[in-house]
């Protein structure tokens, strides 16, 4: 399972990139592998504003339904329109094109909070 | 503690993902749900389901007393046949549904859902109690058996390569005692996944045997071993019913659409006064095969409306991996059940539109 250094991650098992003040999210490698094969993919519109801990979006697998849970508090301003159409991507490619949605982050304070690679897997290890 | 088959070391050897199921540790899946299931309607699947449970029924009045116990008509059995049918309580609610395996007029073998195992023992020995069937001996014979079932259009083939029985020779429904790579098995042509194949009881101490061979010779026919998540959408695909979902002591089998196997035409079984009193009333509810018009994963509990008002309960959903679409089987109102209907399935805060269709949700 891959859990690539540049990004940050949540206990929720979503993956966040950050670049200044926008962030790109989605779910983890341990995630989609958890769910196994993904049906379903319900994302917001862009200009929602999302706060952090509450579910955006809902992922669904053959066998179970997933709500995901916004790793910061912002404004969403880009939505990966592709994604429910092709939602089997969250299985082949997690953390590229199973992009879900991007973030201008309203308290960068948040940031803090996130896992770097090394935490996560220790969390999930423990898990 | 949960239950474990004799097949988990070969589970847990392969990767599987194991859930809580009836009681027991089973896989749910190896590779993925979709490929497994792709694999059973192309190829062949491989099932452990060894927790399912065995009934032994003995004795010279035998048949009478299964008569009584199940709805259909055990006496249309002729050796080495196999069929579908139920028991029922008093009030028509169904106890549990199940194959019943004749070997000769004193002596059936009856195939039961794993949970439903010591209710199903136990509510068998009350009514032999309570009845003149005294000469009737039940036991409960479960931890003899595995049981694999190898499911697909490539069953056949790879299971002609592992025994000497004429596989062509048993016809659906039916059984025979031989043996499969040296093991010996009840080789009885039946299924959950609308496949052709057979579904193999042997002893527990062979059933890794049996597996790991099955899984060698079949390998190149595309054999997959499946889980319990593929099983589960290969049901739905037929809209077999399972216990717990579209069957419990609250449903009757008239309403979940099981009339084919209710023999009401007999003169006596348990549940037949009642059944009678719903068929004369007007069968209240019905169970529909619902297809989703627009994107979306129906569930068990999900609700149904028609023109806004709730008129039923989804009992089991998913995506069809064959169709690539939600189906779902609901519990609904009288009155609904025609295909063409538009009903609504409540999914989170949106109504998604579903048609009742004709089912098979698949046909071949």
Known sequence: ?127 | MLKRTALYPAHREMGARMVEFGGWEMPVQYRGVIEEHLAVRHAAGLFDVSHMGEIEVKGPQAEAFLQELCVNDVSRLSNGQAQYTAMCYPTGGVVDDLLIYRFDGEHFLLCVNAANTDKDFAWIEQVLEDSDFSAVKCRNVSADFAQLALQGPAAVTILARLTDTALERIASYHFYEGLVAQVPCILSRTGYTGEDGFELYCHPEAALTLWRALLEVGGDEGLLPAGLGARDTLRLEMKYPLYGHELSPEITPLEAGLGWITRLDKPSFIGREALLRQQEAGIPRRLVGLLLTEAGVPRAGYPVFHGGEPVGVVTSGTLSPSLRQGIAIALVRDGLQRPGTLLDIGIRQRRVTAEVVKTPFLRK
């Open chain 1, 1 to 127: 399972m891959e859990f690539p250094e540049e990004l940050k991650y949540t206990e929720e098992h979503e993956w966040v990139l950050v670049e200044d003040d926008l962030v790109t999210v989605g779910i983890t490698d341990f995630a989609q592998d958890s769910l196994g094969d993904v049906v379903f993919v319900e994302l917001p519109e862009v200009g929602v504003k999302v706060e952090a801990g509450k579910p955006f979006g809902v992922v669904e697998s053959v066998k179970a339904v997933s709500d995901i849970y916004a790793p910061v508090s912002g404004e969403v301003v880009e939505v990966n329109e592709e994604l429910p159409e092709t939602p089997e991507v969250l299985n082949t490619s997690p953390y590229e094109d199973g992009w879900m949605i991007k973030i201008r982050i309203s308290d960068p304070g948040e940031l803090d909070e996130l896992l770097d690679a090394d935490a996560y897997r220790e969390f999930i290890e423990e898990e």
